[in-house]
């Protein structure tokens, strides 16, 4: 799942995969909220769920995405 969700980031911010990790801040990686928002709508459609306002809100690492997809799919 983790690596899915790096994947995601990786294209969005066009960075090598290589270069993000769990722990990586999204916010650092140059993109802005738009991009962000898109990511967060591929994680949803890619593991069929919909993200709460609050819960993206909170959002700063794929770890962040990836402990809420797992609360929903589980």
Do not use: H, P
Request: aromatic share 6%; no cysteine; proline share 0%.
């Amino acid at each position: 799942m983790l690596e899915k969700i790096i994947e995601i980031i990786s294209s969005y911010a066009k960075i090598e995969v290589s270069l993000i990790n769990d722990e990586t801040n999204i916010l650092e990686l140059d993109v802005d909220s738009l991009t962000i928002l898109k990511i967060i709508m591929d994680v949803e459609q890619t593991f069929s769920i919909r993200f709460e306002d609050e819960e993206i809100v909170d959002i700063r690492t794929a770890k962040d995405i990836e402990n809420i997809v797992f609360r929903k799919i589980v």
